[in-house]
Each structure stands twice: as structure tokens, then as C-alpha cells.
């Protein structure tokens, strides 16, 4: 609880905040003041941002509102508040906004809209939870009818580079680590995500990534953009074989495969 001086009456709020220099974080919290005759006001409910030494606040009162017995709000003495937070996004130091997927979601045991990555790691449990509308939407991996939080056992996804995945999933635009970008390929392809597959053509074309680098990547998902750059920049049927000869033909997809065939026929 704090306190301020407002046209001379003192008014008390409840308030969340960060002590020490924490990132700036989105929230979604709530606060409510409980009544000794178990009752409540109307909670208050808000979405912010969090930063250095500002933080969440509920609605304020005075002294003489909390003090009066009439009002209910003294319960042995004390005023019991109730009160919940959820961190939604969190600041990169790269200044791109971050989803937490750390954390369950705000109404889940309410709406049962979640859907929960679970991986047991040397005796240790990890969770990612996501919201269930997004992915559904994006895939048919997910079941969009089920009633209940759904829970996916993961199996040889690398927990850092997973969650760089969920990242992308949702939409953020972080292109900051090549290695982990790449290798959400094979988790959008693994989860048929395939707007983050598309989403990863975009980066390469947008930051000239090297073409031939990521040749086998081009060649097993669906890079239509960055193979279509690739198949132009070989000038000789000769050139192309070479570079085709790091390729396992076994995990070309059939696009691929045609177009590098129709490639072949213009020279």
C-alpha cells in the first residue's frame, strides 16, 4: 500500500512495481478490496507497462472510507486485499517487444484457452503456455474444439531455440539470432506453422542472408522467395549440379524439386 496527499485528504492504493532497474514490462492485473462479510467492490482490472520505480495502482481511498466501520472494509484490525498480475510481454534488449510464455494465461482455468508445451529436462519439468486462438488459427496441428488446455509433450526441441519459435509464431519480428531463426524451420514444419516459415523467406530476403548457407534449408521447407533468388543467381546447369550435390534429394520437398528441375530445362 502507498499513500498521497490530495487536497488535503491522505488517500491509501494498493500498487505493484519493480524495484531496481527491471525491463519495461506489459502486465494484466487486477485489484479488489474484500469486505469482512466476505463481499468485494467491483475489481479493478487493467493492462500497463511496467518500468523502474512505476508500477500497477488500484483505485484510491482515504483514511476515513478504510476507517469506517460501516463501510466493512476492517477485518480483524486489517484490510485483506486481493490481487493477481500477469507479465503478457517483456522488452528485448533490442528493443523489440518479447511474449512471456512462462507464465500460465490470465483466465485459463475459466476459459481453458490455453495450450501448454511441456518438457521434463534433467528431473525438471518446463512449461511454455500460449494462448490456444493464435496457434489454432495458424494450424491444423492444434485441436481448435477442444474444452480443455491442451498439453503437448515435447520431445528434442531445444528449450532456448523453442521458445525463439513461439516468438515468431506470434508474431514478433526478432531476427537477432541467424542459428535460432534457422532452426525454427523444422518446428514450424514439425507444428505446420507455416506463417513462420514464411515469416523466416521474409528475413533472409530483407537481410541478405547468404543463400547458399541455408541451401539445405531452401531445398526441405518451403522458402518459395529465397529459392527463387538462389535458382536465378546460378548462371550454368553446371553451376546449379554442384551446389545440389550438398542437398539430400530425400528431404526435398516436391515445389522444390520442380522448380530446380524447370531451372535445369532454362539452360
Known amino acids: 500500500m502507498k499513500w498521497e ?30 469486505k469482512n462479510n466476505g463481499s468485494s ?6 493492462s500497463a507497462d511496467l518500468r523502474h520505480s512505476v508500477g500497477a495502482t488500484g483505485r484510491k481511498k482515504t483514511v476515513g472510507e478504510l476507517l469506517n466501520e460501516e463501510n466493512g472494509y476492517l477485518t480483524n484490525g486489517g484490510i485483506i486485499i486481493e490481487y493477481g498480475i500477469q507479465i503478457e510481454g517483456i522488452l528485448s534488449p533490442n528493443d523489440i517487444w518479447t511474449f512471456n510464455f512462462r507464465d500460465p494465461v490470465f483466465d485459463c482455468q475459466e476459459k481453458s484457452n490455453m495450450i501448454i508445451f511441456k518438457k521434463i529436462r534433467y528431473g525438471e519439468t518446463k512449461f511454455f503456455y500460449c494462448h490456444k486462438q493464435l496457434l ?35 508474431g514478433v519480428r526478432d531476427r537477432t539470432y541467424r542459428y535460432a531463426t534457422i532452426n525454427a524451420l523444422k518446428y514450424a514444419q514439425k507444428y505446420k506453422l507455416f506463417n513462420v516459415i514464411q515469416l523466416i523467406d521474409q528475413f533472409i530476403i530483407l ?31 553446371k553451376e546449379l549440379a554442384e551446389k545440389l550435390k550438398k542437398v539430400n534429394i530425400e528431404t526435398m520437398i516436391g515445389e522444390a524439386m520442380k522448380k530446380c528441375v524447370k531451372r535445369f530445362l532454362e539452360f
Not at 496441428?141 to 521458445?163: A, M, P, R
Open 136 to 170: 489454432t488459427h495458424h494450424s491444423t496441428y492444434f485441436n481448435s474444439n477442444s474444452k480443455e488446455n491442451q498439453i503437448i509433450e515435447l520431445t528434442d526441441e531445444d528449450l532456448i531455440h523453442f521458445n525463439h519459435f513461439l516468438q515468431l509464431s506470434h
Open 5 to 34: 496527499l490530495i487536497n488535503n485528504a491522505a488517500y491509501f492504493y494498493p500498487i505493484i512495481y519493480a524495484r531496481g532497474m527491471h525491463p519495461k514490462l506489459k502486465s494484466r492485473y487486477f485489484f479488489d478490496i474484500l
Open 207 to 237: 537481410d541478405r542472408w547468404d543463400f547458399g548457407a541455408f541451401l539445405p534449408q531452401k531445398m526441405s521447407y518451403d522458402l518459395k522467395h529465397c529459392l527463387a533468388l538462389f535458382l536465378k543467381e546460378q548462371k550454368t546447369s
Open 41 to 46: 467492490e467491483v475489481p479493478c482490472e487493467y
